[in-house]
Protein backbone atom coordinates (compact mmCIF):
# COMPACT_ATOMS: atom_id res chain seq x y z
CA UNK A 1 0.00 0.00 0.00
CA UNK A 2 3.14 2.36 0.18
CA UNK A 3 4.24 1.63 -2.46
CA UNK A 4 0.95 3.17 -3.79
CA UNK A 5 0.40 6.00 -1.60
CA UNK A 6 3.67 7.19 -3.07
CA UNK A 7 3.37 6.70 -6.61
CA UNK A 8 0.34 8.30 -6.13
CA UNK A 9 1.91 11.20 -4.81
CA UNK A 10 5.02 11.42 -6.66
CA UNK A 11 3.52 11.04 -10.00
CA UNK A 12 0.10 13.09 -9.51
CA UNK A 13 -2.63 10.82 -8.94
CA UNK A 14 -3.46 11.45 -5.65
CA UNK A 15 -2.81 14.48 -2.90
CA UNK A 16 -3.85 15.00 0.60
CA UNK A 17 -6.31 17.91 0.65
CA UNK A 18 -5.02 21.23 1.16
CA UNK A 19 -1.69 19.53 2.72
CA UNK A 20 0.60 23.26 2.91
CA UNK A 21 -2.07 23.76 5.81
CA UNK A 22 -1.31 20.21 7.25
CA UNK A 23 -4.08 18.34 5.26
CA UNK A 24 -7.72 17.43 6.50
CA UNK A 25 -8.63 14.37 7.28
CA UNK A 26 -11.07 12.17 4.55
CA UNK A 27 -10.05 14.93 2.13
CA UNK A 28 -8.30 14.39 -1.30
CA UNK A 29 -7.13 16.37 -4.40
CA UNK A 30 -6.93 14.81 -7.65
CA UNK A 31 -3.40 15.50 -9.88
CA UNK A 32 -3.25 15.86 -13.43
CA UNK A 33 -2.91 11.86 -13.91
CA UNK A 34 -5.84 11.66 -11.23
CA UNK A 35 -8.25 13.35 -12.90
CA UNK A 36 -7.30 11.38 -15.88
CA UNK A 37 -7.86 8.09 -14.89
CA UNK A 38 -11.15 9.26 -12.84
CA UNK A 39 -12.79 10.82 -15.69
CA UNK A 40 -12.07 8.12 -18.02
CA UNK A 41 -13.44 5.61 -15.11
CA UNK A 42 -16.46 8.48 -15.41
CA UNK A 43 -17.29 8.10 -19.09
CA UNK A 44 -16.49 4.38 -19.96
CA UNK A 45 -19.49 4.08 -17.35
CA UNK A 46 -21.69 6.96 -18.78
CA UNK A 47 -20.85 5.13 -22.11
CA UNK A 48 -21.47 1.43 -20.74
CA UNK A 49 -24.47 2.30 -18.49
CA UNK A 50 -26.55 5.21 -20.20
CA UNK A 51 -25.46 5.80 -24.37
CA UNK A 52 -25.39 1.91 -25.06
CA UNK A 53 -29.05 1.63 -23.30
CA UNK A 54 -32.30 1.92 -24.68
CA UNK A 55 -33.86 1.86 -21.34
CA UNK A 56 -31.59 4.49 -18.94
CA UNK A 57 -31.64 7.90 -19.14
CA UNK A 58 -29.31 10.32 -16.60
CA UNK A 59 -29.76 13.20 -14.24
CA UNK A 60 -27.38 15.37 -12.51
CA UNK A 61 -28.88 16.33 -9.17
CA UNK A 62 -27.83 19.45 -6.31
CA UNK A 63 -25.63 18.38 -3.72
CA UNK A 64 -27.96 20.53 -1.39
CA UNK A 65 -31.57 19.51 -1.31
CA UNK A 66 -34.39 20.71 0.91
CA UNK A 67 -33.59 19.31 4.01
CA UNK A 68 -37.17 16.98 4.20
CA UNK A 69 -35.60 14.57 1.49
CA UNK A 70 -33.73 13.41 4.40
CA UNK A 71 -36.36 13.22 6.72
CA UNK A 72 -38.46 11.16 4.64
CA UNK A 73 -35.26 9.17 3.42
CA UNK A 74 -34.84 7.76 6.83
CA UNK A 75 -31.24 9.22 6.73
CA UNK A 76 -31.75 12.06 9.72
CA UNK A 77 -32.80 9.02 11.93
CA UNK A 78 -31.29 5.98 11.03
CA UNK A 79 -27.77 7.47 11.07
CA UNK A 80 -27.90 7.80 14.63
CA UNK A 81 -27.29 4.37 15.57
CA UNK A 82 -24.55 3.98 18.66
CA UNK A 83 -22.04 2.12 16.20
CA UNK A 84 -18.55 0.54 16.83
CA UNK A 85 -15.80 0.49 14.30
CA UNK A 86 -12.64 -1.76 13.80
CA UNK A 87 -9.86 -0.50 14.66
CA UNK A 88 -8.17 -2.89 11.69
CA UNK A 89 -10.77 -2.53 8.64
CA UNK A 90 -12.80 0.61 9.79
CA UNK A 91 -15.86 -1.15 9.77
CA UNK A 92 -18.75 -0.20 11.28
CA UNK A 93 -20.97 -2.48 13.41
CA UNK A 94 -23.90 -1.51 15.24
CA UNK A 95 -22.66 -1.80 19.11
CA UNK A 96 -25.55 -3.85 20.09
CA UNK A 97 -24.95 -6.27 17.40
CA UNK A 98 -22.67 -8.74 19.44
CA UNK A 99 -22.92 -11.70 17.44
CA UNK A 100 -21.90 -9.71 14.24
CA UNK A 101 -18.69 -7.99 16.43
CA UNK A 102 -17.85 -11.52 17.63
CA UNK A 103 -17.79 -12.74 13.62
CA UNK A 104 -16.01 -9.91 12.59
CA UNK A 105 -13.01 -10.19 15.39
CA UNK A 106 -12.81 -14.09 13.77
CA UNK A 107 -12.07 -12.35 10.05
CA UNK A 108 -9.11 -10.79 11.64
CA UNK A 109 -5.53 -12.81 12.32
CA UNK A 110 -4.63 -10.24 14.76
CA UNK A 111 -6.28 -8.61 18.34
CA UNK A 112 -9.07 -6.32 17.04
CA UNK A 113 -9.81 -3.70 18.69
CA UNK A 114 -13.42 -1.10 18.82
CA UNK A 115 -13.99 2.50 19.07
CA UNK A 116 -15.90 3.18 21.79
CA UNK A 117 -19.89 3.27 20.73
CA UNK A 118 -20.81 7.19 19.55
CA UNK A 119 -23.99 7.63 18.18
CA UNK A 120 -23.08 9.50 15.32
CA UNK A 121 -25.10 10.93 11.75
CA UNK A 122 -23.30 10.60 8.68
CA UNK A 123 -25.11 13.23 6.92
CA UNK A 124 -22.57 16.82 6.93
CA UNK A 125 -24.53 19.72 7.69
CA UNK A 126 -24.69 22.92 6.18
CA UNK A 127 -25.71 26.13 7.40
CA UNK A 128 -27.57 28.49 4.21
CA UNK A 129 -28.15 32.06 4.33
CA UNK A 130 -26.27 35.32 5.86
CA UNK A 131 -28.68 36.64 8.80
CA UNK A 132 -29.92 34.53 12.08
CA UNK A 133 -31.00 32.26 12.22
CA UNK A 134 -29.64 30.11 8.61
CA UNK A 135 -31.05 27.45 7.54
CA UNK A 136 -29.76 24.31 8.32
CA UNK A 137 -29.36 22.12 5.22
CA UNK A 138 -27.23 18.97 4.84
CA UNK A 139 -24.80 18.36 1.75
CA UNK A 140 -25.94 14.96 0.17
CA UNK A 141 -24.66 11.56 2.35
CA UNK A 142 -25.92 9.69 -0.97
CA UNK A 143 -26.48 11.09 -4.73
CA UNK A 144 -29.63 8.37 -4.89
CA UNK A 145 -32.41 10.61 -3.30
CA UNK A 146 -31.99 13.28 -6.09
CA UNK A 147 -33.27 10.89 -8.53
CA UNK A 148 -36.00 9.68 -6.26
CA UNK A 149 -37.22 13.14 -6.00
CA UNK A 150 -36.93 13.76 -9.57
CA UNK A 151 -39.08 10.10 -10.54
CA UNK A 152 -41.86 12.00 -11.54
CA UNK A 153 -40.30 15.11 -13.03
CA UNK A 154 -38.75 12.21 -15.46
CA UNK A 155 -41.70 10.39 -15.93
CA UNK A 156 -43.35 13.73 -17.44
CA UNK A 157 -40.51 15.00 -19.48
CA UNK A 158 -39.36 12.06 -20.98
CA UNK A 159 -42.29 9.11 -21.35
CA UNK A 160 -40.04 6.44 -20.04
CA UNK A 161 -42.10 3.72 -19.29
CA UNK A 162 -41.18 0.78 -16.55
CA UNK A 163 -38.44 -0.73 -16.48
CA UNK A 164 -36.19 1.87 -16.82
CA UNK A 165 -33.51 2.96 -15.22
CA UNK A 166 -31.91 6.70 -14.00
CA UNK A 167 -28.24 6.94 -13.55
CA UNK A 168 -26.15 9.57 -11.96
CA UNK A 169 -22.60 10.05 -11.00
CA UNK A 170 -21.81 12.76 -8.70
CA UNK A 171 -20.49 13.90 -4.98
CA UNK A 172 -21.45 12.99 -1.65
CA UNK A 173 -19.98 13.45 1.73
CA UNK A 174 -20.40 11.62 5.11
CA UNK A 175 -18.79 12.31 8.30
CA UNK A 176 -17.12 9.32 8.46
CA UNK A 177 -15.18 8.98 12.33
CA UNK A 178 -12.69 7.03 10.65
CA UNK A 179 -11.46 8.24 7.06
CA UNK A 180 -8.34 6.09 5.74
CA UNK A 181 -6.82 3.64 3.09
CA UNK A 182 -5.98 6.63 1.55
CA UNK A 183 -9.11 7.55 -0.78
CA UNK A 184 -10.82 4.51 0.14
CA UNK A 185 -12.75 5.95 3.04
CA UNK A 186 -13.10 9.87 2.67
CA UNK A 187 -15.68 12.36 4.11
CA UNK A 188 -15.84 13.80 0.32
CA UNK A 189 -16.35 10.99 -2.62
CA UNK A 190 -17.87 10.78 -5.87
CA UNK A 191 -20.35 7.57 -6.33
CA UNK A 192 -21.65 6.48 -10.16
CA UNK A 193 -24.81 4.94 -9.53
CA UNK A 194 -27.94 3.21 -11.38
CA UNK A 195 -31.37 3.25 -9.93
CA UNK A 196 -33.69 0.94 -11.98
CA UNK A 197 -37.51 1.22 -11.59
CA UNK A 198 -39.19 -2.49 -11.76
CA UNK A 199 -43.08 -3.50 -10.99
CA UNK A 200 -43.22 -4.60 -7.70
CA UNK A 201 -43.18 -8.59 -8.14
CA UNK A 202 -41.16 -10.29 -6.36
CA UNK A 203 -39.97 -12.62 -9.17
CA UNK A 204 -39.24 -9.76 -11.66
CA UNK A 205 -37.26 -8.45 -8.65
CA UNK A 206 -34.86 -11.60 -8.28
CA UNK A 207 -34.40 -11.43 -12.46
CA UNK A 208 -33.59 -7.98 -12.30
CA UNK A 209 -31.15 -8.08 -9.09
CA UNK A 210 -29.07 -11.04 -10.87
CA UNK A 211 -28.93 -9.43 -14.11
CA UNK A 212 -27.25 -6.15 -12.95
CA UNK A 213 -24.88 -8.16 -9.98
CA UNK A 214 -23.43 -9.96 -13.48
CA UNK A 215 -23.35 -6.87 -15.62
CA UNK A 216 -21.81 -4.47 -12.92
CA UNK A 217 -19.02 -7.61 -11.72
CA UNK A 218 -18.39 -8.18 -15.26
CA UNK A 219 -17.78 -4.04 -16.23
CA UNK A 220 -14.84 -4.56 -13.62
CA UNK A 221 -13.26 -7.74 -15.16
CA UNK A 222 -14.05 -6.21 -18.60
CA UNK A 223 -11.55 -3.07 -17.87
CA UNK A 224 -8.89 -5.07 -16.41
CA UNK A 225 -9.99 -5.93 -12.53
CA UNK A 226 -8.14 -9.65 -11.95
CA UNK A 227 -11.49 -11.63 -11.69
CA UNK A 228 -9.22 -13.48 -8.71
CA UNK A 229 -9.49 -10.71 -6.64
CA UNK A 230 -13.20 -9.82 -6.88
CA UNK A 231 -16.08 -11.40 -5.25
CA UNK A 232 -19.60 -10.52 -4.06
CA UNK A 233 -20.64 -10.82 -0.61
CA UNK A 234 -23.82 -10.82 0.57
CA UNK A 235 -25.36 -8.50 3.61
CA UNK A 236 -26.72 -10.10 6.70
CA UNK A 237 -29.92 -9.28 7.74
CA UNK A 238 -28.59 -6.88 11.07
CA UNK A 239 -26.02 -5.21 8.28
CA UNK A 240 -28.80 -4.29 5.56
CA UNK A 241 -28.77 -0.18 5.19
CA UNK A 242 -32.35 0.77 6.12
CA UNK A 243 -33.94 0.70 2.75
CA UNK A 244 -32.47 -2.59 1.61
CA UNK A 245 -34.87 -5.43 1.27
CA UNK A 246 -31.63 -7.49 0.14
CA UNK A 247 -28.09 -6.23 -0.05
CA UNK A 248 -24.89 -7.60 -2.04
CA UNK A 249 -21.07 -5.95 -2.28
CA UNK A 250 -18.95 -6.18 -4.79
CA UNK A 251 -15.17 -6.43 -3.10
CA UNK A 252 -12.02 -5.91 -4.11
CA UNK A 253 -8.62 -8.13 -2.16
CA UNK A 254 -7.13 -4.68 -1.20
CA UNK A 255 -3.88 -4.92 0.68
CA UNK A 256 -5.90 -3.71 3.60
CA UNK A 257 -8.47 -6.85 3.02
CA UNK A 258 -11.47 -7.95 0.91
CA UNK A 259 -13.48 -4.16 1.18
CA UNK A 260 -16.51 -3.16 -0.90
CA UNK A 261 -16.18 -0.74 -3.62
CA UNK A 262 -20.10 -1.45 -5.05
CA UNK A 263 -23.56 -2.41 -3.98
CA UNK A 264 -26.07 -3.84 -5.43
CA UNK A 265 -29.62 -2.85 -3.10
CA UNK A 266 -32.95 -4.35 -3.78
CA UNK A 267 -34.13 -0.76 -2.11
CA UNK A 268 -38.39 -2.22 -2.87
CA UNK A 269 -40.71 0.42 -2.73
CA UNK A 270 -38.61 2.39 0.34
CA UNK A 271 -37.96 5.65 -1.30
CA UNK A 272 -40.65 6.26 -3.98
CA UNK A 273 -42.95 5.30 -1.14
CA UNK A 274 -41.75 7.37 1.81
CA UNK A 275 -41.47 10.45 -1.16
CA UNK A 276 -45.46 9.68 -1.97
CA UNK A 277 -44.87 8.78 -5.18
CA UNK A 278 -46.19 6.64 -7.75
CA UNK A 279 -46.31 5.44 -10.68
CA UNK A 280 -48.96 5.34 -13.33
CA UNK A 281 -49.15 2.65 -15.80
CA UNK A 282 -49.46 4.31 -19.39
CA UNK A 283 -51.02 1.24 -20.87
CA UNK A 284 -53.03 -0.18 -18.59
CA UNK A 285 -53.40 3.02 -16.24
CA UNK A 286 -52.40 0.91 -13.19
CA UNK A 287 -51.34 3.21 -10.57
CA UNK A 288 -48.60 1.51 -8.16
CA UNK A 289 -45.14 2.31 -6.30
CA UNK A 290 -42.26 0.65 -8.01
CA UNK A 291 -39.56 -0.79 -6.73
CA UNK A 292 -36.14 -0.23 -7.64
CA UNK A 293 -32.96 -2.39 -7.83
CA UNK A 294 -29.89 0.12 -7.33
CA UNK A 295 -26.15 -0.57 -8.27
CA UNK A 296 -24.11 2.07 -6.58
CA UNK A 297 -20.91 2.50 -6.91
CA UNK A 298 -17.68 4.52 -5.57
CA UNK A 299 -15.65 6.36 -8.19
CA UNK A 300 -12.72 7.20 -5.78
CA UNK A 301 -12.96 3.64 -4.92
CA UNK A 302 -12.76 2.01 -7.84
CA UNK A 303 -10.18 4.30 -9.34
CA UNK A 304 -8.00 3.65 -6.58
CA UNK A 305 -8.58 -0.54 -7.12
CA UNK A 306 -7.94 -0.02 -10.71
CA UNK A 307 -4.57 1.53 -9.54
CA UNK A 308 -3.70 -1.06 -6.98
CA UNK A 309 -4.81 -3.92 -9.07
CA UNK A 310 -2.68 -2.27 -12.33
CA UNK A 311 0.35 -2.04 -10.02
CA UNK A 312 3.08 -4.40 -11.33
CA UNK A 313 6.87 -4.09 -10.14
CA UNK A 314 9.99 -5.75 -12.59
CA UNK A 315 13.10 -5.43 -10.38
CA UNK A 316 13.57 -1.70 -10.40
CA UNK A 317 10.88 -0.67 -13.30
CA UNK A 318 7.10 -0.07 -11.95
CA UNK A 319 4.92 -0.65 -14.85
CA UNK A 320 1.10 0.64 -14.58
CA UNK A 321 -0.88 -2.19 -16.43
CA UNK A 322 -3.94 0.09 -17.11
CA UNK A 323 -6.47 -1.07 -19.50
CA UNK A 324 -5.86 1.75 -22.37
CA UNK A 325 -9.24 2.98 -21.65
CA UNK A 326 -8.51 3.81 -18.27
CA UNK A 327 -5.01 5.05 -19.02
CA UNK A 328 -4.72 8.91 -18.42
CA UNK A 329 -2.25 9.39 -21.80
CA UNK A 330 -3.17 7.14 -24.01
CA UNK A 331 -0.09 7.53 -26.04
CA UNK A 332 3.24 9.43 -25.59
CA UNK A 333 5.71 11.21 -28.68
CA UNK A 334 9.33 11.38 -28.60
CA UNK A 335 12.29 12.56 -30.56
CA UNK A 336 14.95 9.83 -30.38
CA UNK A 337 17.34 12.79 -29.60
CA UNK A 338 16.36 16.10 -27.93
CA UNK A 339 18.86 17.84 -29.71
CA UNK A 340 18.57 17.44 -33.04
CA UNK A 341 16.22 19.80 -34.61
CA UNK A 342 14.96 17.69 -37.86
CA UNK A 343 13.73 14.57 -35.33
CA UNK A 344 12.50 17.41 -32.82
CA UNK A 345 10.21 19.08 -35.70
CA UNK A 346 9.37 15.77 -37.13
CA UNK A 347 8.33 14.32 -33.57
CA UNK A 348 6.07 17.63 -32.92
CA UNK A 349 4.63 17.53 -36.17
CA UNK A 350 3.06 13.94 -34.88
CA UNK A 351 2.63 14.55 -31.65
CA UNK A 352 0.34 18.03 -32.86
CA UNK A 353 -1.93 15.48 -35.08
CA UNK A 354 -1.65 12.83 -32.31
CA UNK A 355 -3.31 15.10 -29.60
CA UNK A 356 -6.59 16.36 -31.27
CA UNK A 357 -7.28 12.10 -31.34
CA UNK A 358 -6.15 11.22 -28.06
CA UNK A 359 -4.71 12.36 -24.91
CA UNK A 360 -1.03 12.37 -25.86
CA UNK A 361 2.28 13.10 -24.05
CA UNK A 362 5.63 14.91 -24.48
CA UNK A 363 8.86 13.86 -23.73
CA UNK A 364 12.32 14.42 -24.78
CA UNK A 365 14.07 14.54 -21.36
CA UNK A 366 17.30 11.93 -20.54
CA UNK A 367 17.89 9.20 -22.51
CA UNK A 368 14.69 7.48 -24.50
CA UNK A 369 15.39 4.09 -21.44
CA UNK A 370 14.63 6.79 -18.77
CA UNK A 371 11.48 8.14 -20.60
CA UNK A 372 9.95 4.32 -21.02
CA UNK A 373 10.35 3.62 -17.88
CA UNK A 374 8.53 7.25 -17.19
CA UNK A 375 6.01 6.45 -18.92
CA UNK A 376 5.54 3.06 -17.99
CA UNK A 377 4.97 3.79 -13.74
CA UNK A 378 1.82 5.83 -15.31
CA UNK A 379 0.64 3.43 -17.38
CA UNK A 380 0.79 4.98 -21.09
CA UNK A 381 -0.02 1.83 -23.26
CA UNK A 382 2.14 2.99 -25.96
CA UNK A 383 5.23 5.06 -26.57
CA UNK A 384 6.34 6.50 -30.35
CA UNK A 385 9.58 7.20 -31.35
CA UNK A 386 11.02 9.62 -34.21
CA UNK A 387 14.35 8.76 -34.80
CA UNK A 388 16.93 8.80 -38.03
CA UNK A 389 14.95 6.37 -40.36
CA UNK A 390 11.60 8.69 -39.30
CA UNK A 391 13.22 11.31 -41.78
CA UNK A 392 13.93 8.69 -44.49
CA UNK A 393 10.95 6.29 -44.53
CA UNK A 394 8.10 8.38 -42.90
CA UNK A 395 8.08 5.39 -40.43
CA UNK A 396 8.24 5.63 -36.13
CA UNK A 397 8.87 2.91 -33.64
CA UNK A 398 5.85 2.28 -31.43
CA UNK A 399 6.61 0.11 -28.29
CA UNK A 400 4.07 -1.62 -26.38
CA UNK A 401 3.84 -0.68 -22.44
CA UNK A 402 3.50 -4.64 -21.12
CA UNK A 403 5.02 -6.61 -23.51
CA UNK A 404 7.70 -3.81 -24.54
CA UNK A 405 7.79 -5.33 -28.12
CA UNK A 406 8.57 -2.41 -31.11
CA UNK A 407 7.17 -2.52 -34.58
CA UNK A 408 7.57 0.13 -37.20
CA UNK A 409 4.72 1.78 -38.53
CA UNK A 410 3.80 4.43 -41.27
CA UNK A 411 2.66 7.54 -39.64
CA UNK A 412 -0.04 7.79 -41.44
CA UNK A 413 -1.49 4.46 -39.86
CA UNK A 414 -0.71 5.46 -36.23
CA UNK A 415 -3.94 7.03 -35.25
CA UNK A 416 -5.78 4.20 -36.71
CA UNK A 417 -2.79 1.58 -35.53
CA UNK A 418 -4.29 2.87 -31.59
CA UNK A 419 -7.77 3.49 -32.30
CA UNK A 420 -7.99 -0.70 -33.41
CA UNK A 421 -6.01 -1.40 -29.82
CA UNK A 422 -8.09 0.52 -28.23
CA UNK A 423 -11.23 -1.11 -29.48
CA UNK A 424 -10.16 -4.16 -28.70
P1 LIG B 1 -19.05 1.24 3.86
O1 LIG B 1 -19.74 0.07 4.50
O2 LIG B 1 -17.66 0.92 3.38
O3 LIG B 1 -19.11 2.49 4.69
P2 LIG B 1 -21.47 1.64 2.48
O4 LIG B 1 -22.04 0.27 2.43
O5 LIG B 1 -21.97 2.58 3.49
O6 LIG B 1 -19.86 1.57 2.53
P3 LIG B 1 -22.95 2.56 0.24
O7 LIG B 1 -23.83 3.43 1.05
O8 LIG B 1 -23.51 1.27 -0.28
O9 LIG B 1 -21.58 2.27 1.04
O10 LIG B 1 -22.34 3.44 -0.94
C1 LIG B 1 -22.09 2.94 -2.23
C2 LIG B 1 -20.64 3.11 -2.62
O11 LIG B 1 -20.20 4.45 -2.38
C3 LIG B 1 -19.67 2.24 -1.85
O12 LIG B 1 -19.61 0.94 -2.37
C4 LIG B 1 -18.37 2.98 -2.03
O13 LIG B 1 -17.77 2.67 -3.27
C5 LIG B 1 -18.81 4.43 -2.06
N1 LIG B 1 -18.58 5.00 -0.71
C6 LIG B 1 -19.40 4.96 0.35
N2 LIG B 1 -18.86 5.59 1.41
C7 LIG B 1 -17.64 6.03 1.00
C8 LIG B 1 -16.59 6.76 1.62
N3 LIG B 1 -16.69 7.17 2.88
N4 LIG B 1 -15.48 7.05 0.90
C9 LIG B 1 -15.36 6.65 -0.38
N5 LIG B 1 -16.33 5.97 -1.04
C10 LIG B 1 -17.46 5.65 -0.36
Not at 129 to 152: D, H, M
Not at 312 to 317: A, E, F, L, M, N
Amino acid sequence: MEKIVSLAKRRGFIYPGSEIYGGLKGFWDYGPLGVELKNNIKRIWWEDMVYARDDVVGVDGAIIMNPQVWEASGHTESFTDPLVECKVCNKRIRADHKNEIKKHEKSHDKKVEWTEPKTFNLLTEVYLGTTEPKQKAYLRGEITQSVFVNFKNIVDSTSRKIPFGIAQIGKAFRNEITPGNLTYRSREFEQMELEYFIKPDEKEAEKVFKYWKKQRMDWYILYGMSKEKLRFREHASDERAHYAKFAEDIEYKAPFGWSEFEGIHHRGDWDLGRHKLKYKGPDSGEEYTPWVIETSGGVDRTALFFLIDAYHQDKDRVILKLHPELAPYKVAVFPLLANKPQLVNKARIIYDALKTQFHTSWDDRGNIGKRYFAQDEIGTPWCVTVDFDTLKDDTVTIRDRNSTKQIRVSIVKIVDWIEKKLNV
